[in-house]
């Protein structure tokens, strides 16, 4: 009798491992859209933590930011609140993380950002508004705030752009400035091998700013730029743009 349940047992105990081994092994087969979805249930956790916070603590909110991508916003969070805020964006990313993964698995060629022009959405100040505290952004301060304030921007940027100093031609990149129409520009040279993030933040409130005020002239129509970049040269220790002819 023994003899008999050691014959049967080992056979049963060696198809119970390869099992345990195969679903243990077993690939994760959650879909693209599955993945999707859980980021934007995640994200919907994120705005209800950041949402209808009253005016009476507005000394105790900070503003946060999410990117992805070319795209970044801001959300409105109690200092009480930042530590969660925090855990639920590193698990929206991770959510994100996996769906790309799943995207590379299937295929799915995804093409890098690239930003042709700088005009993200920047956070300007918190006010209360029914109650609740707001952010005002450059996508929706009041035409009548967002001129002085492109003009104000405008020659912060600039101030920015005269104390740069030139001694390599290679690793210097344009950006463009909106000017009087979308898509009429000035371009500005700026350093990529250095740290560029207050420009670029600058560049992209004064490019909102400038683009909701063509809007609301009216003089919003797109007109592909004739200016070219032929290349940023260093004159006299100062990068220059010199355009294409």
């Known amino acids: 009798m023994t003899n008999y349940l050691n014959a049967t047992t080992k056979p049963l105990t060696i198809v119970l491992a390869l099992m345990f081994l195969f679903l243990g092994c077993k690939k994760d087969e959650t879909t693209v859209n599955e ?4 980021a934007e ?16 603590q507005k000394d105790n909110v900070s503003i946060q930011e999410i990117s992805t991508g070319c795209s970044t916003s801001y959300y409105t ?67 009548e705030e967002a001129g002085p304030l492109a003009t104000k921007t405008y020659d ?6 005269n104390a740069q100093t030139c001694t390599s031609e ?16 000035e371009f500005i040279p700026y350093l990529r091998t250095q740290d560029f993030s207050v420009l670029k933040k600058k ?12 809007r609301a002239q009216g003089q919003a129509d797109y007109v592909p ?21």
């Open 203 to 214: 560049v992209s409130l004064y490019n909102g700013l400038k683009y909701r005020i063509l």
């Open 77 to 143: 969070v109690k200092s009480s609140d930042v530590n969660n805020f925090n855990k639920l964006k590193k698990e929206y990313f991770d959510l994100l993380g996996k769906q790309v993964d799943a995207m590379v698995r299937m295929g799915i060629i995804i093409d890098p950002c690239y930003e042709s022009i700088w005009i993200t959405e920047q956070p300007i100040r918190l006010e209360c508004n029914a109650d609740t505290v707001q952010l005002v952004s450059s996508k929706n301060i009041s035409i």
């Open 156 to 161: 912060e940027i600039m101030a920015i752009v």
């Open 35 to 38: 993945w999707g979805k859980m």
């Open 170 to 185: 290679s690793a210097w990149l344009p950006t463009a400035l909106i000017k009087d129409k979308i898509m009429e520009v």
């Open 41 to 56: 249930a995640k994200l919907t956790e994120i705005k209800t933590l950041a949402s209808h916070v009253p005016c009476s």
């Open 225 to 245: 730029s004739k200016v070219k970049v032929e290349k940023i040269e260093c004159v006299n220790g100062k990068p220059v743009v010199k355009l294409a002819n």
